[in-house]
């Protein structure tokens, strides 16, 4: 089983900026993609960033220029670094990994419990 944890998220002011953590821990033989969604009140989920093994990148439209992910593959943690929030980004956020388990080559979506930022306009 894996767990993914995050933290980082809180309350900032417009303009300000938040980073987001997600590690995952457990018995798994690789993590390919990670990424990070968020889901706002009333919305559905949405992918914000992710990245590859080999760290090629992904970005929402809305984010490009204010967001950077990024991650360690030693402590199997990925980051958001986020920049410039707006009131927009209000959400809670998610951490979402794409694990291999075993040898047998199967990948498994995991989720992580969310996390909380909301901007003050």
């Known amino acids: 089983q894996v767990q993914l944890v995050e933290s980082g998220g809180g309350l900032v002011q417009a303009g300000g900026s938040l980073r987001l953590s997600c590690a995952a821990s457990?018995?798994?033989?690789?993590?390919?993609?990670m990424g990070w969604y968020r889901q706002a009140p009333g919305k559905q989920r949405e992918l914000v960033a992710d990245i590859g093994s080999s760290d090629s990148t992904s970005y929402a439209d809305s984010v490009k220029g204010r967001f950077t992910i990024s991650r360690d593959n030693a402590k199997n943690t990925v980051y958001l670094q986020m920049n410039s929030l707006k009131a927009e980004d209000t959400a809670v956020y998610y951490c979402n990994a794409h694990v291999r388990s075993g040898a047998i080559v199967i990948y498994s979506d995991y989720w992580g419990q969310g996390t909380q930022v909301t901007v003050s306009s």
């Open positions: 457990g018995r798994f033989f690789s993590i390919n993609k």
